[in-house]
């Protein structure tokens, strides 16, 4: 199963930007759709950002404009670059590995340990 490692995370004040990176252990180039997803203090995890295999994106409403998703399977790495960042994203964000059986229930979502944002004055 692939490995998923997040990196680039770390505090920053509002307004800021930050890049998280997703680093995977072997070759993505099979897997359907990557994506991010992070959880706030007292919240429920949400999703932030999602893109397939083909490179179509779709964004929470909350980011559109401001974050953007992207991959590099010849790199084996996903960004996402965060601009203009407020207190309310303070959250561990995880980026997410859907093999080709996700969709259809036969394998399961492989997740990262996580990378913490903090914007904070």
């Known amino acids: 199963q692939v490995q998923l490692v997040e990196s680039g995370g770390g505090l920053v004040q509002p307004g800021g930007s930050l890049r998280l990176s997703c680093v995977t252990s072997?070759?993505?180039?099979?897997?359907?759709?990557m994506g991010w997803y992070r959880q706030g203090p007292g919240k429920s995890r949400e999703l932030v950002a999602v893109?397939?295999?083909?490179?179509?994106?779709n964004y929470a409403d909350p980011v559109k404009g401001r974050f953007t998703i992207s991959r590099d399977d010849a790199k084996n790495t996903m960004s996402l670059p965060m601009n203009n960042l407020k207190t309310e994203v303070t959250a561990v964000y995880c980026c997410?590995?859907?093999?080709?059986?996700?969709?259809?229930?036969?394998?399961?979502?492989?997740w990262g340990e996580g990378a913490p944002v903090t914007v904070s004055s």
């Open positions: 997410t590995a859907d093999p080709p059986g996700y969709a259809l229930g036969t394998q399961s979502r492989t």
């Open positions: 072997r070759s993505i180039s099979s897997i359907y759709a």
């Open positions: 893109i397939s295999k083909a490179g179509s994106t």
